[in-house]
């Protein structure tokens, strides 16, 4: 079956520190892997993917995610937070039985100053 | 500017009430998609249209229906059927090439409350 796992509820992370958000995937087929940003109360915004090419991806905002094909990860990160990061992030993999998507539980990233 | 809107923001329902969230998008995509939303669980599809006059059943389309009678529109109807409606709902759209790609638009979101 394919799925996304979020494996943390919650990241929390002192402003300035490098911050990393984990998701690991399991998909038939090629992976296409997605991260998007949703603060409180609104809609979700895109930040980045992996489509082919590069495992490093770079995205808005700073953020970047590595794909790592043996590992089956697709982690978020930033080398220097900010409080403003704070929100609720969602990894996510394409579903090729539908074109959908397909969404993990979301970590709530908590940047303290 | 293009986007997606969503209304309303807040919406009341009591039991036995079929309420219609509303959902326009002015990005000339040809995909939209409804989401629902609890606290803990990722987004799950209720409904999607890859094209005008033509939708599919996402996974936990019971109690739902949808209309997409213009690319501009795609209303979703929470029926009394549902048995569980309070939740966060989220519509998307994305364009032909972007929906092979998987970006998609969201909007502000609306928030059902079964009173």
């Known amino acids: 079956a394919q799925s996304v796992a979020q494996p943390e509820d919650q990241v929390n992370v002192a402003e300035g520190n490098p911050l990393t958000v984990k998701c690991t995937y399991s998909?038939?087929?090629?992976?296409?892997l997605f991260w998007y940003v949703q603060y409180p109360n609104r809609g979700l915004q895109f930040l980045l993917k992996?489509?082919?090419?590069d495992n490093l991806v770079k995205g808005s905002y700073g953020f970047e995610a590595e794909f790592n094909k043996s590992q089956t990860s697709f982690h978020l990160k930033k080398p220097s937070a900010l409080v403003s990061d704070s929100a609720l992030y969602f990894c996510a993999v394409r579903d090729w039985s539908n074109y959908q998507l397909i969404w993990g539980a979301g970590t709530k990233l908590i940047i303290k100053p | 500017d293009g986007g997606i809107t969503q209304s309303p923001k807040y919406l009341f329902r009591k039991e036995g009430q079929n309420v219609t969230l509303s959902c326009e998008q002015n990005l000339n995509h040809d995909a939209m998609y409804w989401y629902r939303q609890d606290p803990g669980q990722g987004l799950r599809l209720i409904y999607y249209?890859?094209?005008?006059?033509?939708?599919q059943k996402g996974d936990i389309a019971e109690g739902y229906s949808v209309s997409r009678e213009k690319k501009e529109s795609f209303p979703l109807t929470v029926t009394s059927a549902q048995k569980n409606p309070t939740a966060f709902y989220l519509c998307?759209?994305?364009?032909?090439?972007?929906?092979?790609?998987?970006?998609?638009?969201f909007g502000e979101g609306s928030r059902l409350t079964v009173l």
């Open positions: 998909v038939s087929g090629n992976p296409y």
């Open positions: 249209s890859q094209i005008v006059n033509d939708f």
């Open positions: 998307a759209s994305s364009g032909q090439g972007a929906q092979g790609a998987g970006e998609l638009f």
């Open positions: 992996y489509i082919t090419g």
